[in-house]
């Protein structure tokens, strides 16, 4: 997640309003960037967790206050006029933050964002880290374990009485990790995974903008235009003040309306009306969606609770494994007209060499042939039963090294490339489209986290580095 | 009785983090929206995707005419068995039930 903001001058803009700009494109960094990030060996089997709701992207944001008298269809690209883009960083990046490798993807993009900078100068760069647990001093943790999950609570080292729990929270509804960087002066904040609306929503809160708008703006704002009736159309504005917020795409012919914004809180969220963030949770039940024109929408009455006890979710993720694949595509028609009676019988033969060749058996690895064409994306659940032209045969195959992987990959080989489906018939050879057919394609990483923390004070894991360039 | 995704205006689903998918049926009108509501029971959606009935999510949202459906995913997303790291391919599952 990379978080980029241009705090401006605050003291004479507070109450306001906060106008910013939001965006759904993505950058696909060139291979000389991927380069310049530096993205060497890591830990593989470290295992970081981090505050986000969702599953791992790198982010860019750019986050600035705009002039409300700015022309819309300006893009935000005037000189002095920062704008919010929004754009994931491309596949090796996202699989940097896959590795939920937070510390460790954070700085390489930190290194990577100040390279790109350095031309221009003058930057200030914080990087926003989260701590593991085991990083922190001794004297501020009260460990604990919770559930299965070996998780420690962090609590600062002071005692803290109810009365003080309490101030403290009222002082939490107004602050939060990004805001504190934000605070240092940063022109570009760079943090590791966080929800998607703590970064849109911390301007608005550090100014003092009314809570449930900022987070309900960031919300509507996350994917940017994909609230509006073009969703790719790129970039709107959200103008949050002491009440509400209001919603404008920017490009012409997009428009919002009531159905559009208020639609947006369906996405990626298994309660539309709830949004469960670091601190409390956003209400929307009682917002009122109203057209101002055919283009933006004001929103008023969403509801910010903050939580009695301040948490902000872990995920960690370890790896499961490695694998390899293989492809074959067969369009021979009494193949692929039986070719679930062949996949099962090509999966009992090769289970059946790989034990005599390696010693193997189903507990020490995995293959699993899913048939492109047939179920590949449903599986058990597909219901559709209609014969394809051609089918393409995947065999994934996980173990705990790549060389145990590629070597029961190669076993699995010859059988895609010539199983016959009876005895009685020539020798018959299907369509592999790479060579060598077995692709390695590294570690896999699954969730072994899933956890909420609770923190004290909310920067209690997280410790901000600031870099001028 | 034609398919559910034929008479409204889009079935889609995503991930709602990586424990959870979500699949939202826009309707498109109220009379629509009513045929969905009545005509296609929790008990089914929860059959289809193979998950216990009680942990399905159901929100009727009648101002957007949006019927919504929130349930465990078939696999945790990211691990070896997940066939959609972003739980786009399940909808078609739900488009292509029949609907009095």
Same mark, same amino acid.
């Given at each position: 997640m990379v978080a980029a903001a241009r705090a401006e001058s605050r003291a004479d803009v507070v109450n306001r309003g906060t106008a910013l700009r939001a965006c759904s494109g993505q950058?696909?960094?060139?291979?000389?960037?991927? &380069? +310049?990030i530096g993205l060497g060996p890591w830990p593989a089997d470290a295992a970081g967790a981090l505050i986000r709701a969702r599953p791992p992207d790198c982010?860019?944001?750019?986050?600035? &206050?705009? +002039?409300?008298?700015?022309?819309r269809h300006d893009n935000g690209h005037r000189r002095g006029v920062p704008s919010i883009g929004r754009a994931q960083l491309g596949q090796r990046l996202t699989r940097v933050a896959r590795? =939920? $490798?937070?510390?460790?993807?954070v700085r390489q993009l930190a290194r990577f964002t100040v390279e790109l900078n350095f031309a221009k100068g003058g930057h200030r760069t914080v990087q926003l880290l989260f701590l593991a647990p085991q990083t922190l001093g001794a004297s501020r943790l009260d460990a604990r374990r919770l559930g299965c999950g070996l998780l420690l609570i962090l609590r600062s080292h002071f005692g803290f009485t109810a009365q003080q729990r309490r101030e403290h929270q009222r002082e939490r509804a107004e602050r939060q990790q990004i805001a504190e960087a934000l605070e240092t002066g940063a022109d570009i904040v760079i943090a590791g995974r966080t929800t998607d609306t703590a970064i849109i929503a911390a301007l608005p809160l550090m100014r003092g903008d009314?809570?449930?708008?900022a987070w309900h703006a960031a919300k509507i704002g996350e994917c940017g235009a994909l609230c509006a009736t073009n969703p790719q159309s790129g970039v709107i504005q959200i103008d949050i003040d002491g009440e509400g917020f209001t919603v404008t795409p920017l490009a012409d012919g997009a428009h919002c309306t009531p159905h559009t914004v208020s639609a947006h809180m369906l996405y990626e969220n298994s309660d539309p009306f709830i949004l469960y963030e670091p601190g409390g949770h956003l209400d929307v039940t009682a917002a009122r969606y109203a057209a101002i024109d055919d283009t933006s929408v004001r929103v008023t009455g969403s509801v910010w609770v903050p939580s009695e006890r301040y948490t902000v979710k872990l995920e960690g993720a370890r790896v499961a494994g490695y694998q390899t694949l293989l492809l074959a595509t067969v369009r021979d028609r009494r193949y692929v007209e039986n070719i679930r009676a062949w996949v099962d019988d090509i999966a009992s033969r090769h289970a059946q060499r790989v034990a005599n060749r390696m010693g193997l058996g189903p507990e020490d690895y995995a293959c699993e042939l899913r048939i492109i064409g047939v179920e590949a994306t449903l599986g058990p659940l597909e219901t559709r039963r209609e014969a394809p032209a051609e089918a393409g045969v995947m065999g994934i195959i996980t173990a705990p090294t790549q060389e145990r992987a590629n070597e029961i990959g190669k076993i699995l080989n010859p059988f895609l490339l010539h199983h016959p489906l009876t005895r009685e018939e020539e020798q018959p050879t299907f369509a592999f489209p790479f060579s060598p057919a077995e692709i390695d394609r590294g570690a896999i990483y699954e969730f072994c986290l899933n956890h909420v923390m609770e923190l004290d004070d909310p920067m209690d894991a997280f410790s901000l580095e600031v870099r001028d360039a | 009785m034609p398919e559910l995704g034929s008479i409204v205006e889009k079935v889609r689903s995503k991930n709602a983090g990586p424990f959870w998918l979500t699949v939202d049926i826009f309707c498109g009108s109220p009379e629509v929206y009513a045929r969905v509501v009545n005509g $296609?029971?929790? =008990?089914r959606v929860a059959r289809l995707f193979r998950v216990e009935e009680a942990t399905l999510k159901r929100f009727d949202i009648a101002v957007l005419h949006v019927v919504k459906f929130s349930l465990p995913r078939p696999a945790i997303q990211g691990t070896a068995h997940d066939r959609d790291m972003h739980g786009a391919g399940w909808a078609p599952l739900l488009a292509e039930v029949e609907i009095n």
């Open positions: 950058i696909q960094p060139t291979a000389r960037a991927i &380069r +310049g982010r860019l944001h750019r986050v600035g &206050r705009v +002039g409300k008298a700015q022309p590795l =939920e $490798l937070d510390i460790v993807a009314h809570a449930g708008a | $296609l029971s929790s =008990e």
